[in-house]
């Protein structure tokens, strides 16, 4: 199976900052990635997919870039309603597997 | 708009099944539009895709759980079910269902998520 890793696991951040969230794969797998955004007790929010596609009503502050195994997560300007937990996930195959999740607090 | 909800016991004893059920509501279950998943989410080993299942009958399953594991559909209720035998306290987690827009994608409806416990 792909192993996904995200870095940093935790990330302190402030209202209005720019943030990074890292995802890499343990093999290429193109551009088949997704975004998802898990605030506590909910069920993950698809944000992104195929690396950088939005989803429909996904505010555009969000972005993601990258293809073969290095891949990024960019919030723009971090709002309070963006503490949260954030995960990467591969579906190159069909056995889809995620990352551990960054936490973005405050 | 599609809405998933999980039903089903939040405590299972060790060896027996689990069994939960998935209703869909804003949208039938029998649409070649999605493929119907399970994923659960426990403290120890994060999100694990459980398998999905498309309504003309094919099913792909986690190599890690395939022999425990089966999925399947009720048409007439718009349901679809999740079966996991012999289970032990690591299969203690949130189980969310799920859609996916094709056998290997990501996942784009999510239901609430139940917890299932399982203890003697």
């Known amino acids: 199976d792909i192993q996904m890793t995200q870095s940093p696991s935790t990330l302190s951040a402030s209202v209005g900052d720019r943030v990074t969230i890292s995802c890499r794969a343990s093999q290429s797998i193109s551009r088949w990635l997704a975004w998802y955004q898990q605030k506590p007790g909910k069920a993950p929010k698809l944000l992104i997919y195929t690396a950088s596609t939005l989803e429909s009503g996904v505010p555009s502050r969000f972005s993601g870039s990258g293809s073969g195994t290095e891949f990024t997560l960019t919030i723009s300007s971090l709002q309070p309603d963006d503490f949260a937990t954030y995960y990467c996930q591969q579906y190159n195959s069909y056995f889809r597997t995620f990352g551990q999740g960054t936490k973005v607090e405050i | 708009q599609l809405q998933l909800q999980e039903s089903g016991p939040g405590l299972v004893k060790p060896s027996e099944t689990l069994s939960l059920t998935c209703t869909v509501s804003?949208?039938?279950?029998?649409?070649?539009?999605?493929?119907w998943a399970w994923i659960r989410q426990s403290p120890g080993t994060g999100l694990d895709w459980i398998g999905i299942?498309?309504?003309?009958?094919?099913?792909f399953y986690n190599p890690s759980l395939k022999s425990r594991v089966s999925i399947s559909l009720d048409t007439p209720k718009n349901q679809f079910s999740l079966k996991l035998n012999s289970v032990t306290a690591t299969d203690t987690a949130v189980y969310f269902c799920a859609t996916s827009p094709s056998q290997d994608s990501y996942f784009d409806h999510w239901g609430q998520g139940i917890l299932v416990t399982v203890s003697s």
């Open positions: 804003g949208g039938s279950i029998t649409t070649n539009l999605y493929y």
């Open positions: 299942m498309s309504y003309s009958g094919s099913a």
